[in-house]
């Protein structure tokens, strides 16, 4: 019995932490920025579906008004594939969002990476996160975590066979996700501070920062 219980805390840890923060794109309130977090690319180098719906979203939250700028954070670790470049293309190309208003994170190799960064290298506080939903509650506690005021935007897939086992699968991610929270405390790598968000939301419209 204290195995079982032992082996759901992490995920409830996931769920308690982040009760009340998960959104949709039409109720999402507003932030400074959205975080977009990689989700693979097809063998053409173009973004996977689920990782096309995301940006999608984004793209949504932009264009209404609900964030000032993107941050496409993913893979670049080996030559070939790089998730932010394939990111940032199809927010601008497919998606009509202006190109200096996408910054991109070439080392969010996981989620706790993309979260770190993003508060210590690129000085995000507080963010709209979006990715799946079976995702964004464990993003968000990680998120909240690194120290970002964040709340989820969770897009809805149709419950496929690849759903359902991604489901369980962050059953398993969440017990990585208490670890990396309670001892990794640094990104895998850190680098310098990275100005390009705030030269956009110093330069943008006011209106967006306030989350309501």
């Not at 110093?202 to 920062?209: C, F, I, K, L, Q």
């Amino acid at each position: 019995m204290a195995a079982a219980v032992l082996a759901t805390l992490p995920s409830a840890w996931v769920y308690t932490s982040t009760e009340g923060r998960v959104r949709t794109v039409e109720n999402a309130p507003h932030a400074p920025v959205a975080v977009v977090f990689g989700a693979g690319l097809r063998a053409d180098g173009e973004p996977s579906g689920w990782l096309a719906h995301r940006l999608d979203a984004a793209a949504e939250l932009y264009h209404d008004g609900r964030v000032r700028a993107l941050l496409v954070t993913g893979d670049n670790s080996r030559e070939g594939y790089n998730e932010p470049e394939a990111m940032r293309r199809y927010l601008v190309a497919e998606r009509g969002v202006p190109a200096a208003h996408v910054v991109a994170d070439y080392a969010g190799f996981n989620t706790w990476n993309s979260c770190a960064r993003a508060h210590d290298v690129f000085g995000v506080t507080r963010a709209l996160l979006v990715s799946q939903e079976f995702h964004v509650r464990r993003a968000l506690a990680l998120c909240e975590a690194a120290g970002i005021e964040a709340w989820g935007v969770g897009v809805h897939e149709w419950r496929s066979p690849l759903w359902i086992y991604s489901g369980l699968r962050e059953m398993a991610a969440s017990f990585t996700a208490a670890w990396d929270a309670a001892f990794t405390p640094e990104p895998q790598f850190d680098g310098p501070p990275e100005s390009g968000l705030r030269e956009i939301l110093d330069g943008g419209a006011e209106g967006a920062d306030e989350a309501g």
